[in-house]
């Protein structure tokens, strides 16, 4: 999970949750909440983290370095707004998520015309 990683990649380099905390400009108490995958960091905190620890977002968020993740797609699917969406969609029952997708592709085809 993030925080594993988050928790690691400190610890490699001798640095304390309030080392980080400075370097982020936040509490220490809101960074160790992502060390304990208690809050999720926005983009804008995760590439941030990124560039100081110099990998990826991807290898932040699924332990891989892709290379292939664009930031502008992180962006994307780190909005707030869309995390909500997401995180009910997961949660849905399987007719709910049928019903959504023939909406949406409902939706694409009344906006071709």
């Given at each position: ?6 928790r ?9 949750q309030e080392?980080?905390a ?6 220490r108490?809101t960074?160790a ?11 804008e905190?995760?590439k941030?983290?990124a ?10 968020l699924?332990?891989?370095?892709q ?16 995390q ?30």
């Amino acid at each position: 999970m993030l925080g594993d990683r988050l928790r690691k990649l400190r610890n490699n380099r001798n640095w304390t949750q309030e080392d980080m905390a400075k370097k982020l400009e936040m509490s220490r108490g809101t960074y160790a909440h992502y060390e304990i995958n208690k809050r999720q960091p926005d983009y804008e905190i995760l590439k941030k983290i990124a560039n100081i620890f110099e990998v990826s977002i991807d290898y932040l968020l699924t332990g891989e370095d892709q290379q292939g993740s664009s930031d502008e797609m992180w962006k994307e699917l780190l909005d707030p707004k869309k995390q909500i969406f997401f995180k009910d969609l997961m949660e849905a029952p399987e007719e709910k998520i049928e019903e959504l997708i023939r909406f949406w592709e409902f939706i694409k085809e009344r906006d071709k015309k």
